[in-house]
């Protein structure tokens, strides 16, 4: 392209909390410290390709309201494209980005003219990323915009679909593996059904796993290093989404012996939208050993959908980024914002704006979760809650040969008649509040 697309914005620096530059991180110092990382190394920011790049602003009663300089639907707009998305990276100075593949490339006619195009752009990825040292976080497949993943792709009732699909994420996967992706996802967004009428559940979910088994199969084949992540989802556009939440998921990982294989990818949209706070989705999966990566994003509490905002309260993410910390990171995940300007935000300097705003808001909350643990208050406080299992003869109740006798028993013999203890809930949002 002949002229920048962000005009003559210059790349986005820290300038501290007093800087009254709209294009500056306030919050966010790459390389500032917190508990012996660096920020950069913590969150992992990346940029994603499709609310970005490929959404032009739609919605359901109107048209696109951004002009963009490129064809999506050709290789030439797609090269263009690539050339804009680059010049974002390097402006806002994330190390990382994420895309599917109809948003880098056109479909074409068929699937091999799909995978040519796909070749042919990992090339191009890979020519710009040796230049700018900007790195993929994770790949994936788009199998749920065209209409022949209208009843789902690997639970499709009708095998070839399953086929196509398979065919589809096998090309997906090998050029993340070719361009060094340190994760590769699958997102059902069609894996579900909107009546029982006429689903075949059981046949569903099997298909589903010997999906992903195949998946599993193909990246030890290839030799692929980086992670495997399902994004767990529980409703929109489907009525009911096999993947719903983190539990769900795992359920569905250990019942075909995949749990040691793949990790989640958890969104906070998707988390309010299965009606659960975010820090509940880490705190579970993180509990479970599965937390892998995090889209970074929001919904309007007013909406009933997947608003895919960019986050804007520091207050909201720091228990989340509490249990982060606790487990030591996310990486080889990262935050990818998975977050789209509104339809009014005309302006390509507006793209810069909501990333600037989130990687500020997801750094403030940072600190504050480190802040919080470094302090030692708030682990000593939860640990007091539960000392009590730390004596030996409630340790002997968890092993297994227990039995409830022999508990009964001990209660008659040592009377145990145990009293009330406040959980102390008021203190324990007091004490995280100070920290904000």
Wanted: proline share 5%.
């Amino acid at each position: 392209m002949s002229k920048p697309f962000f005009g003559d914005i210059k790349p986005v620096k820290y300038e501290g909390p007093k800087s009254d530059n709209p294009y500056a991180f306030r919050h966010y110092d790459p390389k500032k410290l917190v508990m012996g990382k660096t920020m950069a190394d913590w969150l992992r920011p990346a940029v994603c390709y499709w609310h970005n790049f490929a959404w032009l602003g739609t919605d359901m009663f109107g048209a696109p309201t951004f002009e963009r300089p490129w064809d999506g639907e050709t290789m030439k707009g797609a090269r263009a494209k690539a050339d804009v998305a680059f010049e974002m990276f390097t402006t806002l100075g994330f190390p990382f980005f994420a895309f599917h593949d109809r948003d880098v490339v056109p479909e074409g006619a068929n699937l091999a003219e799909f995978g040519k195009n796909l070749a042919e752009m990992t090339d191009i990825f890979a020519k710009k990323m040796h230049e700018t040292g900007v790195k993929l976080l994770w790949g994936t497949a788009n199998l749920f915009s065209h209409p022949r993943y209208m009843s789902g792709a690997a639970t499709n009732p009708d095998p070839d679909v399953f086929a196509y699909a398979a065919a589809q994420v096998k090309n997906v996967l090998d050029a993340t593996h070719k361009l060094g992706g340190a994760n590769y996802v699958l997102w059902g967004g069609r894996e579900g059904y909107e009546t029982l009428l006429n689903t075949d559940l059981r046949r569903e979910q099997e298909q589903a796993g010997r999906f992903l088994s195949m998946v599993v199969d193909y990246k030890h084949k290839i030799g692929f290093k980086g992670v495997l992540l399902v994004e767990p989802k529980p409703q929109e556009p489907t009525k009911h989404q096999y993947d719903f939440d983190a539990a769900t998921v795992f359920g569905f990982l250990q019942r075909f012996g995949l749990e040691r294989e793949v990790k989640l990818n958890l969104e906070v949209g998707h988390a309010v939208l299965a009606h659960h706070s975010f820090e509940h989705e880490i705190a579970l999966a993180s509990s479970l050993g599965m937390l892998g990566s995090i889209d970074a994003n929001r919904n309007d509490y007013q909406s009933g959908w997947d608003t895919d905002q960019f986050p804007n309260n520091a207050a909201e993410l720091v228990p989340a980024l509490y249990f982060i910390l606790k487990q030591g990171g996310l990486a080889p995940g990262g935050f990818n914002f998975d977050s789209k300007v509104r339809r009014q935000s005309i302006d390509p300097g507006d793209l810069l704006l909501g990333h600037i705003g989130g990687i500020d808001v997801c750094a403030a909350a940072l600190v504050a979760a480190a802040h919080l643990i470094e302090d030692g208050k708030f682990d000593a406080a939860r640990a007091e809650r539960y000392a009590g299992w730390d004596k030996p003869s409630a340790q002997a109740m968890l092993k297994k040969g227990a039995t409830l006798e022999e508990i009964a028993a001990r209660v008659a013999r040592e009377k145990i008649d145990p009293k009330p203890r406040s959980g102390r809930q008021e203190f324990y949002e007091n004490l995280l509040n100070r920290y904000l």
